[in-house]
């Protein structure tokens, strides 16, 4: 039997768009149904967008939504797009919700840009959720990494094993 999967979106990088006349970026849309779209996904999912923010700007309010989200969610197979800054702090706030596969991801240049790691990186978290035992994963930089075990290194722009 194939379960669906439940795509939360919250913003980062991922869904960043670039108003010139502003010159800045601003998270707006979410990709992820275009992305799904034009890689012929036909495994069932679902989309909710949760919130449209940079993961600086996430409190612990904003985690307790995601987890209350996922608690409330009938799919098991969850992938949370989300910002690489704090990426690892919401992954700790949702250990411990059993019975379910939960992946996170992002991306370190926005899915609208043509050389964007954001479609490579959906597709991981896409399989990790279908192929992974019940935990809470961070799949980044071509890598499925168990939460608890990653961190987001700054100077190389990567996620890497905690030492």
Same mark, same amino acid.
């Given at each position: 039997m194939t379960y669906?999967?439940?795509?939360?979106?919250?913003?980062?990088?991922?869904?960043?768009?670039?108003?010139?006349?502003?010159s800045e970026y601003q998270i707006?849309?979410?990709?992820?149904?275009?992305l799904l779209q034009v890689a012929r996904v036909t495994?069932?999912?679902?989309?909710?967008?949760l919130m449209r923010k940079?993961?600086?700007?996430?409190?612990d309010a904003d985690?307790?939504?995601?987890?209350t989200a996922i608690e409330g969610a009938p799919e098991t197979a969850i992938v949370v797009i989300h910002g690489t800054d704090t990426m690892v702090q919401t992954a700790a706030?949702?250990?411990g919700?059993?019975?379910?596969? /939960?992946?996170?991801? !992002?991306?370190?240049? &926005? #899915?609208r840009f043509a050389e964007s790691d954001a479609a490579f990186n959906l597709g991981m978290a896409f399989a990790g959720a279908q192929a992974l035992t019940p935990g809470v994963y /961070?799949?980044?930089? !071509?890598?499925?990494? &168990? #939460?608890?075990?990653?961190?987001?290194?700054?100077?190389?722009?990567?996620?890497?094993?905690?030492?």
């Open positions: 669906p999967i439940l795509v939360l979106t919250t913003g980062g990088t991922f869904d960043k768009q670039y108003f010139d006349a502003l707006a849309e979410s990709m992820v149904p275009k495994h069932p999912f679902r989309t909710a967008e940079d993961s600086l700007e996430l409190t985690r307790t939504a995601i987890r706030e949702l250990e919700l059993a019975g379910r596969t /939960i992946v996170l991801v !992002g991306a370190l240049a &926005p #899915a /961070i799949t980044m930089n !071509g890598t499925v990494f &168990p #939460a608890k075990q990653v961190v987001k290194d700054r100077a190389q722009n990567a996620f890497v094993p905690k030492t």
